[in-house]
């Protein structure tokens, strides 16, 4: 589903219904959060669905902070103040999660707002790594991170880091890709140079133990993960063999694509942070 909506203005009453309905959000979210009940938490989560199909059509809801509900969902504005992302997820039975998004993209030059739901759909995708996917198929994640990034010095993409409870032995982490076409967005780009190739999306599968590290550094201007390898102890062909070493590689943005570097000194250097942009794409 995509909303469009044209001429930004402000409006005590537009203002007064979004508190309105991020009240009843916030009861939604809460019983989501305390309900067992995989079925319950499933119809409560179309009535938030059913809210936001309303409330993000009035045009004062890209600005609206959303304060109440910030331990509940994430919401997320890109570096530039184009886009934003209203994302929630919820829990099966079996560990792994169902995920929930909007993407809120603003044209400032024709001072136009479009808002578009997204259909999760990671389950059925195939070489999830190398697919350019839509609204209505879309790898869902729970993002928790906006790169912008500008390439061949004309368009500003948006490079998301998120995270995904995949299974009882396994968690995954996701480095993805979102540009716009009149408004809408589209997932996936060849742009990362990896050591098995390029790809459209990365995918890290890692132990359910675990915590893997995956974010902006912006002191060396780089992304930054853990290293991971494979535990002794464990199998090679079972999902969830992956660990994080001591070891860190990342990914720095060169020559249009983002270039896979190894063993990466991630210590703070302060020659080094004063030649560093905050994004790439200024």
Same mark, same amino acid.
């Given at each position: 589903?995509?909303?469009?909506?044209?001429?930004?203005?402000? /409006?005590?009453?537009?203002?007064?219904?979004?508190?309105?309905?991020?009240?009843?959000?916030?009861?939604?979210?809460?019983?989501?959060?305390?309900?067992?009940?995989?079925?319950?938490?499933?119809?409560?989560?179309? +009535?938030?669905? =059913?809210?936001?199909?309303?409330?993000?059509?009035?045009?004062?809801?890209?600005?609206?902070?959303?304060?109440?509900? &910030?331990?509940?969902? %994430?919401?997320?504005?890109?570096? *530039?103040? %184009?886009?934003?992302? $209203?994302?929630?997820?919820?829990?099966?039975?079996?560990?792994?999660?169902?995920?929930?998004?909007?993407?809120?993209?603003?044209?400032?030059?024709?001072? +136009?707002?479009?808002?578009?739901?997204?259909?999760?759909?990671?389950?059925? $995708?195939?070489?999830?790594?190398?697919?350019?996917?839509?609204? *209505?198929?879309?790898?869902? =994640?729970?993002?928790?991170?906006?790169?912008? =990034?500008?390439?061949? +010095?004309?368009? $500003?993409?948006?490079?998301?880091?998120?995270?995904?409870?995949?299974?009882?032995?396994? %968690?995954?982490?996701?480095?993805?890709?979102?540009?716009?076409?009149?408004?809408?967005?589209?997932?996936?780009?060849? @742009?990362?140079?990896?050591?098995?190739?390029?790809?459209?999306?990365? @995918?890290?599968?890692?132990?359910?133990?675990?915590?893997?590290?995956?974010?902006?550094?912006?002191? #060396?201007?780089?992304?930054?993960?853990?290293?991971?390898?494979? #535990?002794?102890?464990?199998?090679?062909?079972?999902?969830?063999?992956?660990?994080?070493?001591?070891?860190? *590689?990342?990914?720095?943005?060169?020559?249009?694509?983002?270039?896979?570097?190894?063993?990466?000194?991630? &210590?703070?250097?302060?020659?080094?942070?004063?030649?560093?942009?905050? /994004?790439?794409? &200024?």
């Amino acid at each position: 589903m995509i909303l469009i909506i044209c001429g930004f203005k402000t /409006y005590s009453q537009e203002v007064s219904s979004l508190k309105i309905a991020s009240d009843s959000l916030y009861d939604a979210f809460y019983n989501i959060r305390n309900i067992n009940d995989f079925d319950k938490r499933i119809e409560l989560s179309q +009535k938030v669905e =059913t809210i936001l199909d309303t409330l993000l059509l009035v045009e004062e809801s890209f600005n609206y902070p959303f304060d109440t509900l &910030k331990n509940m969902i %994430t919401c997320l504005y890109s570096d *530039d103040k %184009t886009c934003r992302i $209203i994302n929630w997820n919820i829990p099966r039975r079996d560990a792994s999660y169902i995920y929930f998004c909007y993407i809120q993209h603003y044209d400032k030059e024709n001072n +136009k707002l479009t808002t578009t739901k997204l259909t999760d759909c990671h389950d059925n $995708i195939e070489k999830a790594e190398h697919s350019i996917l839509k609204h *209505d198929n879309w790898y869902g =994640t729970l993002y928790y991170e906006i790169v912008p =990034t500008l390439v061949d +010095k004309k368009e $500003i993409v948006y490079v998301l880091l998120g995270w995904e409870g995949y299974s009882l032995y396994a %968690t995954k982490k996701i480095i993805d890709v979102m540009r716009f076409k009149n408004g809408k967005p589209y997932f996936g780009y060849e @742009i990362f140079q990896t050591p098995s190739g390029k790809k459209s999306r990365v @995918i890290f599968t890692y132990n359910y133990r675990a915590k893997m590290k995956l974010g902006w550094d912006k002191n #060396i201007g780089m992304i930054v993960f853990d290293k991971l390898e494979r #535990i002794p102890t464990m199998p090679p062909n079972v999902e969830g063999n992956m660990a994080p070493t001591m070891l860190y *590689d990342g990914l720095k943005w060169e020559d249009n694509v983002w270039k896979y570097k190894s063993n990466i000194d991630i &210590k703070p250097n302060k020659k080094r942070r004063s030649k560093t942009k905050p /994004y790439p794409y &200024k």
